[in-house]
């Protein structure tokens, strides 16, 4: 985001270009954002994304080269998704949990206007609030999730990979836990021990463990110990 004139920067990515230009002669209607790029398939997509690191984008479900979710999946950082698609259905079939907003085609005015009003509260936040809502995008089986940090309560190590403790799911993420902790906001987040990560806000209880140690009770009953020298940062990270 440009925060000198709180400008959102996005990228539009479609494979048509008469729907290219369309949306982006809409968004012309809102001085809050300016778009910096356009993709008409997946990998130029990626590149583009991955390159110009946007406040925001416009992602058409189906491209050339794949679909919007081999997109999300190989991006470094996902930044605040709108989905564009002529099926509505396909628009949420993928999604058991859906945190992010989306648009059918043709985009109707209002309906953009709705949408760019909502965003603006939340790209306009604080950079710590940003952080935590800036979603993960993870693909298991079937189903896909765009998970708010925030609302992630645990993340354990399973081999080279992780899963992901948010609400009543725990899906797979294929990549290692270290990985994952450098997407993270460090504030908010604490390695306990060379499985576990947790987020602070769902600790439910501190208690005292073997060898001057700590053992973290969270919501969902999950509890995690923490070495006796883990326990020293936790301590200074909550300020016991």
Known sequence: ?????????????????????????????HPGVTVVGHAGDVEAAIALIESSAPDLVFLDIDLPGGNAFDVLERLTRVPRIVFTTAFDAHALKAFAYNTVDY????????????????????????????????????????HCFLVKPRDVRLI????NYSRVHFQNQSPLLYRPL????????????????????????????????SNGGLMLTLRGGFEIEVSRRQGVRFRDALSL
Not at 107 to 128: C, D, N
Not at 156 to 159: D, H, K, N
């Open 103 to 142: 648009l059918l085609k043709p985009i109707e005015p209002q309906r953009l206007a709705q949408t760019m009003g909502k965003l603006a509260g939340v790209l306009s936040a604080t950079p710590a609030r940003r952080a935590m809502d800036s979603p993960l995008f993870i693909k298991d089986g079937d």
């Open 1 to 29: 985001m440009d925060r000198e004139h709180g400008m959102m920067e996005a990228v539009i990515v479609e494979d048509s270009e008469l729907a290219r230009f369309e949306l982006e002669h809409q968004l012309r209607n």
């Open 156 to 159: 354990e190590a399973v081999g």
């Open 178 to 209: 270290g990985a994952i902790e450098a997407q993270l906001p460090p504030e908010r987040f604490f390695r306990a021990n060379r499985q576990h990560i947790v987020n602070l806000d769902h600790v439910e209880q501190v208690a005292p463990w």
